[in-house]
């Protein structure tokens, strides 16, 4: 079956710092990809999804994430992080077909000033 | 355009009442789903409907759990009989279309609810 590994479900940067969040998924056929954004209180907000194409994904907010086939990995990386960045993180998979989404466990973000 | 809404944004009740969660998805949208969100864990998924449909139905935890869909829009998922063990953050989803996979779930706020 598939699932999805979330390493670190805390994780601890300081602001201006590298943010990367690592996802690495089971499956032998590539699935899609994505990675969604909760605050405090609210709902998943997609922050970027990897369908077809070009491996390295830009999404909102400066994150980019990069597909590796051969790591079946897909990490979450932003430059420099801002304290409005504080979130927690859930990567998640589906398959060609299907139309369920298998969630991580979720890395909590926090930024220090 | 307005996203998925989801009623109450909290709920407090007792053990062994039931309680009814309402989702709102986003017009047009064929596809809506239901997750669970404990303390600590991932996102559980509950039930999938596919306009008034529920194709898959196998993540719902008990059969005191029951969900419908009328008019291809609204949702209501059901909890009969709650227990404290049903405490979390509902969570409801849309989508254009399900099938395919790579179609993007827009997520509600949830609804936080407290069994005591």
């Known amino acids: 079956a598939q699932s999805v590994t979330q390493l670190g479900s805390h994780v601890s940067v300081s602001e201006g710092a590298l943010v990367l969040l690592r996802c690495n998924y089971s499956?032998?056929?590539?699935?899609?990809l994505f990675w969604y954004v909760q605050y405090p209180n609210q709902g998943l907000q997609l922050l970027l999804k990897?369908?077809?194409?070009?491996?390295l994904v830009k999404g909102i907010n400066g994150f980019e994430a990069e597909f590796k086939k051969s790591e079946t990995s897909f990490h979450l990386t932003k430059p420099s992080a801002h304290m409005s960045d504080a979130a927690e993180y859930f990567c998640?998979?589906?398959?060609?077909?299907?139309?369920?989404?298998?969630f991580g466990t979720g890395t909590r973000l926090k930024v220090l000033a | 355009g307005a996203g998925v809404s989801q009623s109450p944004s909290n709920k407090v009740t007792e053990k062994g009442k039931d309680v009814e969660l309402r989702c709102d998805p986003i017009s047009g949208h064929t596809a809506l789903y239901w997750y669970r969100q404990s303390l600590g864990q991932g996102l559980e998924f509950l039930i999938y409907f596919q306009g008034n449909s529920a194709p898959d139905k196998s993540g719902l935890p008990s059969d005191r759990f029951s969900a419908e869909r009328t008019g291809g829009s609204v949702s209501t998922l059901t909890i009969q009989r709650t227990q404290q063990e049903d405490s979390a953050v509902y969570l409801c989803?849309?989508?254009?279309?399900?099938?395919?996979?790579?179609?993007?779930?827009?997520f509600g706020p949830g609804t936080r609810l407290t069994v005591l």
């Open positions: 990897y369908t077809t194409g070009a491996t």
């Open positions: 499956s032998s056929v590539p699935p899609y």
């Open positions: 998640a998979v589906s398959e060609t077909g299907t139309y369920k989404y298998i």
């Open positions: 989803a849309s989508s254009v279309q399900a099938w395919g996979g790579s179609d993007t779930q827009y």
